[in-house]
């Protein structure tokens, strides 16, 4: 793991507090400082097997992935309800259950959409995308159907992408890593590498941009990306994108339709190795990031703040860091499309005991701010600590 990164300036590190283990958020929390005053971390669940994602219901009650196959529902209580009817996934490397999308008209259709990993036709496993109905009593997933899968033939257990959110307009987008096959993510032939775009029955809308397009896939929104794990609607309407780089260049951004964003002909960063990364950082007709990371965090969550308790950070950006242990709140005034800022220029980094490996944020139902953690293997929840 890389050694830890220390603030300064706008990057500034947020004040530690005592580590919190116990299981009810009243029997222990702990206070940071943040640019917004005071904030309050909070377990709500504890005792998670490599938790994926979180989804918030209606009623109050939450969705949580863990990669290994399982579904829970927590309604508030100290019990974890395990969901039935979850797909078979194939849990290998990177790859299981993944991401979990709760769609806005889920009142209606009671509709649950979940990305995973399969095993493909021939070997290998693959990106996927279903769908199934929650249960009144909230216990299984009904009639749970694959509605996509990636073009087979990609091996190895690594960069399966796999956040999912809703558009503006009801569409869902899925991202998929271009799976270590780096030349993939150049390919409009395969899905390796890209962001796909359909309709909420797995359809493919008539005004994607590849529709037509001779040797393309029709369901690719946008491509030339390595493996991105955050994906968020903000609240202007924009989606956001952040993806990891390889030994730096790690990106934010703005998802737009037929965009290449270049992997692996540009990059900010070098490969392991140390060798530079295709031509460098600059082609034309590929896409400057907004933001970039040198050296690398691994971003991993994403969350678009409304500004629903903290009015100051509306439109904000929230990312999690699997290896620098932190939240990073980007500060999306100070971006322009395609500027490629570098961190810190635009950057606070919430830290605390708590935020080992933050696998996702989300923002609740009421503005609040959660969070995953896989090194604590728990659920917490950031409010203002008043």
């Known amino acids: 793991m890389p050694p830890r990164r220390h603030a300064t300036g706008l990057f500034a590190r947020a004040a530690l507090a005592g580590l919190c283990l116990l299981a009810l958020p009243a029997a222990g929390q702990t206070v940071i400082d943040s640019s917004a005053g005071p904030l309050r971390i909070a377990p709500m669940v504890e005792g998670l097997d490599e938790p994926w994602a979180v989804g918030f219901l209606p009623d ?140 909420r029955d797995g359809s493919v809308p008539a005004d994607n941009p590849f529709v037509g397009v001779e040797d393309a896939r029709d369901g690719i929104w946008s491509y030339g990306h390595r493996n991105p794990q955050g994906l968020a609607l903000g609240p202007d309407g924009t989606l ?18 037929g965009v290449n964003y270049g992997w692996p002909v ?14 460098g950082t600059h082609r034309e007709g590929m896409a400057q990031p907004d933001y970039y990371w040198d050296p690398s965090i691994a971003p991993s969550g994403l969350a678009a703040y409304s500004g629903a308790l903290w009015p100051e950070w509306r439109g904000d950006l929230f990312a999690g860091s699997l290896t620098m242990d932190y939240i990073a709140r980007v500060d999306t005034d100070s971006l322009e499309p395609g500027g490629a800022v570098a961190a810190p220029a635009a950057e606070e980094a919430l830290e605390a005991p708590e935020t080992g490996r933050v696998r996702d944020v989300a923002e609740g139902p009421d503005g609040a701010l959660w969070f995953l953690s896989e090194t604590e293997g728990a659920l917490y929840r950031i409010t203002p600590a008043r």
């Open 60 to 199: 109050g009650a939450m969705l949580i992935t863990e990669r290994a196959g399982r579904l829970w529902r927590h309604d508030g209580t100290a019990t974890l309800q395990e969901v039935t009817g979850v797909p078979e996934v194939a849990a290998v490397g990177q790859g299981g259950l993944l991401d979990i999308l709760i769609p806005r008209d889920f009142v209606r259709t009671r509709q649950v959409y979940l990305s995973y990993a399969v095993d493909q036709r021939g070997g290998g496993q693959g990106t996927a995308l279903g769908a199934g109905r929650l249960s009144d009593d909230g216990a299984r997933l009904e009639g749970f159907e694959r509605l996509f899968e990636m073009t087979p033939g990609s091996s190895g257990g690594r960069h399966f992408g796999s956040r999912i959110a809703e558009g503006p307009d009801g569409h869902i987008f899925l991202t998929i890593g271009e799976r270590g096959d780096r030349p993939a993510a150049q390919d409009l032939a395969r899905h390796n590498g890209s962001v796909i775009r359909l309709a």
């Open 240 to 257: 956001w994108l952040h993806e990891h780089g390889a030994r730096g260049g790690d990106e934010i951004n703005r998802l737009r339709a």
């Open 266 to 279: 540009i990059a900010y960063g070098r490969h392991y190795s140390g060798a530079r990364i295709g031509e």
